[in-house]
């Protein structure tokens, strides 16, 4: 599931990114195939951070030689709003490439988690971005009883104020 800066900015203001976020939701047998099945020619992975990552639940990158592009696989964690964010992906077309994204609603709901984690005032504005393009679309609803249950209110609460809802 495409999430992060890709998901946001498809959602409401682009912005430059240097790394592309993909959820994944697999076994440990099908992660470990994944990785040995990459060309070293054309990726940088390493096996032990991938492996940490499944252990952790949580992530690790490979990197497209040609182009430094940097992907970030995050491992789904096993908890309730992750495994309902994966379950609401949307399919949609990006550059042309059909992939799954993460709706409005659960990236601004990732989005302050991470801002949580810190980087704040970008993943603030990231949401901001979402609330102006898509208002009077989103189920605030839905939002406010994930901010509620991640207790996210105060960045919530910012982020309206700075898309002025």
Same mark, same amino acid.
């Given at each position: 599931?495409? +999430?992060?800066?890709?998901?946001? $900015? ?10 592309i ?6 076994? #440990? ?6 990785v040995?099945h990459?060309?070293? $020619?054309?990726?940088?992975v390493? !096996?032990? +951070? ?17 182009s ?13 709003f ?15 490439? &059909?992939v799954?994204?993460?709706? !409005?609603e659960?990236?601004i709901?990732a989005?302050?988690?991470?801002? #949580? ?17 898509? &208002? ?7 939002i ?8 996210? #209110?105060?960045?919530?609460?910012? +982020?309206?104020?700075q898309?002025?809802l």
């Open positions: 599931m495409l +999430a992060g800066s890709f998901a946001s $900015s498809y959602h409401g203001d682009p912005r430059t990114t240097n790394d976020d993909l959820v994944i939701d697999c076994d #440990r047998v099908s992660l470990e195939r994944f040995r990459l060309d070293p $020619s054309e990726f940088y390493s !096996a032990e +951070a991938a492996d940490e990552a499944w252990r952790r639940r949580g992530q690790f990158n490979v990197v497209l030689l040609e430094g592009w940097k992907i970030d696989l995050i491992l789904r964690k096993n908890r309730a992750s495994r309902e964010e994966f379950a609401r992906r949307q399919p949609v077309e990006v550059a042309g490439v &059909r799954w994204i993460a709706s !409005a659960d990236t709901v989005k302050l988690e991470w801002g #949580r984690a810190g980087e704040s005032e970008r993943q603030l504005r990231d949401v901001a971005g979402i609330l102006e393009v898509r &208002r009077g679309e989103l189920d605030l609803t839905y406010e009883r994930w901010v509620g249950e991640l207790d996210l #209110r105060s960045l919530w609460q910012r +982020a309206r104020a898309a002025r």
